[in-house]
């Protein structure tokens, strides 16, 4: 493998290029790298040293070479303008940790469906319901970045 760029070592684009190196020569080196990724060498530094910011294709690029479908949810939930008002950054775990962050979120259920049907039979949310209201959103919010993670994960390491 190529050396290691000690200013990059914390990119998440550059971590990606040295995992995906792990088990495909062509990514051990930006210049290789850059070639298979059709993305200049100079363009490809300059990213992975921080000095400028991916198009959104080219991450999408870099995350189906790589195979790292996570660095399109990083990319999005830290540097699209829409994104990070919209989505939230996941991790990717081991896949018995992320089985059980999911069903650990969807015991609460039962409860949420309650609670959302006492709330929404009158039409409206008032200002005793909104608490309640509130931890559902966030409940929902829990659930689908567990749903998120574990759906990431089997994209990379089953090839969904």
């Known amino acids: 493998m190529g050396k290691k760029a000690t200013k990059a070592a914390n990119n998440m684009y550059c971590m990606a290029r040295y995992e995906a190196a792990e088990n495909n020569d062509s990514f051990s080196s930006r210049e290789k790298a850059s070639e298979v990724l059709n993305i200049d060498r100079t363009r490809l530094a300059n990213i992975e040293l921080g000095n400028i910011t ?60 309650n609670s959302l049907i006492s709330i929404s039979q009158d039409g409206v949310v008032d200002a005793s319901e909104r608490e309640e209201f509130i931890n559902i959103i966030k409940t929902l919010e829990r659930i689908s970045d567990n749903s998120t993670a574990l759906k990431l994960w089997a994209e990379k390491n089953i090839k969904l």
């Open 54 to 113: 991916p198009y959104p294709e080219e991450v999408y690029e870099m995350s189906k070479c790589y195979n790292t479908p996570e660095l399109c949810n990083s990319h999005c939930s830290i540097n699209c303008p829409i994104g990070k008002h919209t989505m939230s950054k996941v991790d990717l775990e081991d896949f018995d940790r992320l089985s059980l962050k999911v069903l650990g979120s969807l015991n609460d259920i039962e409860s949420i469906q």
